[in-house]
């Protein structure tokens, strides 16, 4: 199995801090990985698929690059409605794995 | 609109059966290969089952291999998972996924919880 391993795991920031999350697969998995939001009690949305084509809607703000193993995850500027949790997940192979996930709460 | 609705949750006991229904529109269902994931509570994201579009194959995960069974029905648009022999660390939310041809999930219900308990 793909083992996606995130860091960090929690993240205090302030409004307006450039954020950065870091998603490190076990073998490469080329492009083939997503960033997802989830806030408490929704449903995860897409943010970045193909590590690094930003997800109709999505604001410009968070980008993705990264490719092969190694992949991250920024926010510019963090704003209010970004405090979350994110994870990354691979669909290169079987099992379809996710990033244990990074929450960020406000400083 | 898309849209993906989940339904079937609920409280079950330990060995006990329970069939969850997905329904979509706004989008040719026949595109596109379905996916269940489950959140168990204050956990990450786990993916389930895959069902694909045009072969209908299917795929699991070790944890469920064997005791879930995923299908579509084209001509109801719908998606369907059937858990038997549940345990109670089957306890979770369960999202039903539209896999969006781009090697990431573009679409999610807003999930039904699944209890496992006696």
């Known amino acids: 199995d793909i083992q996606l391993t995130q860091s960090p795991s929690f993240l205090s920031a302030s409004v307006g801090d450039r954020v950065t999350i870091t998603c490190r697969a076990s073998?490469?998995?080329?492009?083939?990985l997503a960033w997802y939001q989830q806030k408490s009690g929704t449903a995860p949305k897409l943010l970045i698929y193909?590590?690094?084509t930003l997800q109709s809607g999505v604001p410009s703000r968070f980008t993705g690059s990264g490719s092969g193993t190694e992949f991250t995850l920024t926010i510019s500027s963090l704003q209010p409605e970004d405090f979350a949790t994110y994870y990354c997940q691979q669909l290169n192979d079987y099992p379809i794995t996710f990033g244990g996930g990074t929450k960020v709460e406000i400083k | 609109e898309v849209q993906v609705v989940e339904s079937g949750g609920g409280l079950v006991q330990p060995g006990g059966s329970l069939r969850l229904s997905c329904a979509t529109s706004?989008?040719?269902?026949?595109?596109?290969?379905m996916d269940w994931v489950r959140q168990a509570p204050g956990m990450g994201l786990e993916w389930v089952a895959r069902v694909r579009c045009k072969s209908h194959t299917t795929e699991y995960a070790a944890s469920v291999k064997g005791r879930f069974t995923i299908s579509r029905d084209d001509s109801r648009n719908s998606l369907y998972l059937q858990m038997n022999s549940l345990k109670t660390e089957d306890t979770a939310v369960y999202y039903c996924t539209r896999d969006g041809n781009t090697y990431s999930w573009d679409y999610w219900g807003l999930g039904t919880l699944v209890t496992v308990s006696s």
């Open positions: 073998q490469g998995i080329s492009s083939h």
């Open positions: 706004g989008f040719t269902f026949t595109d596109h290969h």
């Open positions: 193909a590590a690094s």
